[in-house]
T-cell receptor
Framework: ETGVTQTPRHLVMGMTNKKSLKCEQH?????MYWYKQSAKKPLELMFV???????ENNSVPSRFSPECPNSSHLFLHLHTLQPEDSALYLC????????????FGPGTRLLVL | SQQGEEDPQALSIQEGENATMNCSYK?????LQWYRQNSGRGLVHLIL?????REKHSGRLRVTLDTSKKSSSLLITASRAADTASYFC????????????FGSGTRLLVRP
C-alpha cells in the first residue's frame, strides 16, 4: 500500500452521466495530482494541486473538473465524457511540488460507453 | 515528441537473468526516477537519481545516469517472476517545480 486510495476502482458510465472520482492520501503530503493513462500512450498529467490551490491545468477539456477541498482529498468530476476518455485515471501525491517522489493510488479504470 | 523514451518497449527473459532497460530524454533535468507498474495498477516508485549522481543502487536495482548522453539505465539483477511489470522512467524538469514527464515504459516479462 502506498498510502493513496482511490474510489471507485472501476467505473462504467454513459456519455450523458455525471460521476466523480475520489482520491485520498494518508501521507500528510501537500501536493496532489491527477494523471490519465491510455493504452500505448505515456502517462499524461492533468491537474496539480499544491496546498489546495490548483497550479496546473494541462489543457484538459472542461468536461473534467477537479476539486481539492483539503490537502488530503482530491476529486475529479466527470460530465458528458466521450468514449476516448476511457482510460486508467491515477491520483498521486508528493510532499510538495519540488519534483520529488510521487506516491500513486491504484487508479480508477473508466469505461465510457 | 515526448521527453522520456524507454528502450526496449518489451523484454522477455528467463528467471535468474539480468534485465536492462534504457531511458533517453531531451532537455536538462533535475532528477530522474524509475517507477514500476503491475498490470492495471498504480505506479510504485523504485529509485531516484539526481542530475549530479552517476550511479545508484537499491537492493537488486542499479541505476546509472549519463547527463552528457541524456540517458539512464535500470538494471534488475537475478530477476524473479514477480518482477514482471511495466517500468517507467520519469524526469524531473529543470524548468518546472512540479512536473514529472513519464516515458511510455518497458514491459518486462520474467518467465519462471
Amino acid at each position: 500500500e502506498t498510502g493513496v486510495t482511490q474510489t471507485p476502482r472501476h467505473l462504467v458510465m454513459g456519455m450523458t452521466n455525471k460521476k466523480s472520482l475520489k482520491c485520498e492520501q494518508h501521507l500528510g503530503h501537500n501536493a496532489m495530482y491527477w494523471y490519465k493513462q491510455s493504452a500505448k500512450k505515456p502517462l499524461e498529467l492533468m491537474f496539480v494541486y499544491s496546498l489546495e490551490e490548483r497550479v496546473e491545468n494541462n489543457s484538459v477539456p472542461s468536461r473534467f473538473s477537479p476539486e481539492c477541498p483539503n490537502s488530503s482529498h482530491l476529486f475529479l468530476h466527470l460530465h458528458t465524457l466521450q468514449p476516448e476518455d476511457s482510460a486508467l485515471y491515477l491520483c498521486a501525491s508528493s510532499q510538495d511540488t519540488s519534483r520529488e517522489t510521487q506516491y500513486f493510488g491504484p487508479g480508477t479504470r473508466l469505461l465510457v460507453l | 515528441s515526448q521527453q522520456g523514451e524507454e528502450d526496449p518497449q518489451a523484454l522477455s527473459i528467463q528467471e535468474g537473468e539480468n534485465a536492462t532497460m534504457n531511458c533517453s530524454y531531451k532537455t536538462s533535468i533535475n532528477n530522474l526516477q524509475w517507477y514500476r507498474q503491475n498490470s492495471g495498477r498504480g505506479l510504485v516508485h523504485l529509485i531516484l537519481i539526481r542530475s549530479n549522481e552517476r550511479e545508484k543502487h537499491s537492493g537488486r536495482l542499479r541505476v546509472t545516469l549519463d547527463t552528457s548522453k541524456k540517458s539512464s539505465s535500470l538494471l534488475i539483477t537475478a530477476s524473479r517472476a514477480a518482477d514482471t511489470a511495466s517500468y517507467f522512467c520519469a524526469t524531473g524538469m529543470m524548468d518546472s517545480s512540479y512536473k514529472l514527464i513519464f516515458g511510455s515504459g518497458t514491459r518486462l516479462l520474467v518467465r519462471p
